[in-house]
C-alpha cells in the first residue's frame, strides 16, 4: 500500500460578483464631513507653504493674527474652488440628463449618472457653505494656522537638518563672525531654493491624489 495518497482535486464554484454584499452607501453627512477634511488638508498645505516662503523671504517674525489672516484667505479661496466644482458638476449633470445608453469612459456621464451627479453637486455646495462659516470662527482660525505653522517648522528644520548632516555629517560648532552674517543671504537662498523643489513636489503629489482619489466616486444617489 503507498504511502500517500494522491488528494482529489476540488471543484470550485465560478465566482459570483452577484452574490456578494452590497457595499453601503455613504451618508450625505458622511460625504460631508469627509469633502471638508480633504479642502482643510489642502488648505492647511497651502499656509504652511506659504508661512515657509514668508519665514525665508522676510524679515518679520511669526504674528498670530498675520498667520490667522492668511488662514482666513485660504479658506475663501477652497470656498471658490468648491463652488466651482459644484457649478460644473451641475453643469454636468444636465448634460447627461440628455443622454442615454452606457458609459464609453469615467467621466462620459449619461442619463443613469444625474442623481449621483446632482448628490456631488450638493455635497460640493454644502462644503463651500461650511468652510464659508468656519472661516469666520476666530477659535477656527487660530487652531487652523497653527497647525500649518507646526507643518511648517518640521518641514524647515527637517530640511536644515538633512543639510547640515549632508554637508558635514554632523552638527558643526559655527562661529558667528562678520563673514557668517555676510554669506547668510546665500545660505538662506540656497535653502529657499530646497524648499522651494520640495514644496512643488508636494503640490504635485497632491494634485495627483486628488484627480486620482474622488472622495465620492462610486456613489449612487
Do not use: C
Not at 22 to 27: G, L, N, V
Not at 104 to 112: N, V
Not at 144 to 165: H, K, N, P, Q
Not at 198 to 218: L, S
Request: no cysteine; aromatic share 8%.
Amino acid at each position: 500500500m503507498p504511502l500517500w495518497r494522491r488528494r482529489s482535486r476540488r471543484r470550485f464554484k465560478p465566482f459570483d460578483r452577484s452574490a456578494l454584499p452590497e457595499a453601503p452607501s455613504p451618508t450625505f453627512d458622511e460625504m460631508l464631513a469627509e469633502g471638508v477634511l480633504v479642502a482643510e488638508s489642502a488648505g492647511r498645505m497651502a499656509l504652511k507653504n506659504r508661512l515657509i516662503v514668508e519665514a525665508l523671504r522676510g524679515d518679520e517674525p511669526f504674528a498670530p493674527e498675520r498667520a490667522a489672516a492668511a488662514a482666513r484667505a485660504v479658506l475663501y479661496e477652497l470656498v471658490q474652488e468648491a463652488d466651482e466644482v459644484a457649478e460644473r458638476t451641475g453643469e454636468a449633470r444636465s448634460e447627461a440628463a440628455s443622454r442615454d445608453g452606457r458609459s464609453a469612459h469615467e467621466h462620459d456621464y449619461r442619463r443613469a449618472d444625474a442623481a449621483n451627479l446632482r448628490r456631488r453637486e450638493q455635497v460640493y455646495a454644502a462644503v463651500a457653505r461650511e468652510l464659508w462659516l468656519r472661516r469666520s470662527d476666530p477659535d477656527y482660525l487660530n487652531e487652523f494656522a497653527e497647525r500649518a505653522r507646526r507643518e511648517a517648522w518640521e518641514e524647515v528644520s527637517g530640511a536644515i537638518e538633512t543639510r547640515l548632516e549632508r554637508e558635514w555629517g554632523e552638527w558643526p560648532q559655527i562661529e558667528v563672525d562678520e563673514t557668517y552674517e555676510a554669506e547668510r543671504d546665500d545660505r538662506v537662498r540656497e535653502l529657499l531654493g530646497d524648499l522651494d523643489r520640495g514644496v512643488r513636489a508636494a503640490e504635485a503629489e497632491r494634485a495627483r491624489r486628488e484627480e486620482e482619489n474622488d472622495p465620492f466616486r462610486g456613489f449612487v444617489g
